[in-house]
Nanobody
Framework: QVQLAESGGGLVQAGGSLRLSCAASGHTLIFNSYTMGWFRQAPGKEREFVATIVRWSESTSYADSVKGRFTISRDNAKNTVYLQMNNLKPEDTAVYYC????????????????????WGQGTQVTVSS
């Protein structure tokens, strides 16, 4: 069973930066066989897709709201995926969740919450204006 643990959240002023990390662990983990995603949930809103990095191909995709500001990357040697967030805005305030799936996906199918069957506990990001 794969476990995910996020870190790196916090309080930052608008225009600032944060880097989130998500460490994966598990007895039989083959990390690069997993497509990894970042999602977020703001108070009173549904959880939404932020970014994904597809297994094997390392292809990345982003929600329009974060494109050009956020970058997802992974270090397979460390079993870790990152979300570099620059030029943060108050509307980025949310709990950020890391998720994993070893089900094949491509394109917008990788944006679907239902595809991911392993989730972290989340880390709070608060952006003040």
């Amino acid at each position: 069973q794969v476990q995910l643990a996020e870190s790196g959240g916090g309080l930052v002023q608008a225009g600032g930066s944060l880097r989130l990390s998500c460490a994966a662990s598990g007895h039989t983990l083959i990390f690069n066989s997993y497509t990894m995603g970042w999602f977020r949930q703001a108070p009173g809103k549904e959880r939404e897709f932020v970014a994904t990095i597809v297994r094997w191909s390392e292809s990345t995709s982003y929600a329009d709201s974060v494109k050009g500001r956020f970058t997802i990357s992974r270090d397979n040697a460390k079993n870790t995926v990152y979300l570099q967030m620059n030029n943060l805005k108050p509307e980025d305030t949310a709990v950020y969740y890391c998720a994993a799936t070893n089900t094949y996906c491509s394109g917008i199918r990788c944006y679907s919450l239902q595809l991911y069957d392993r989730w972290g506990q989340g880390t709070q990001v608060t952006v003040s204006s």
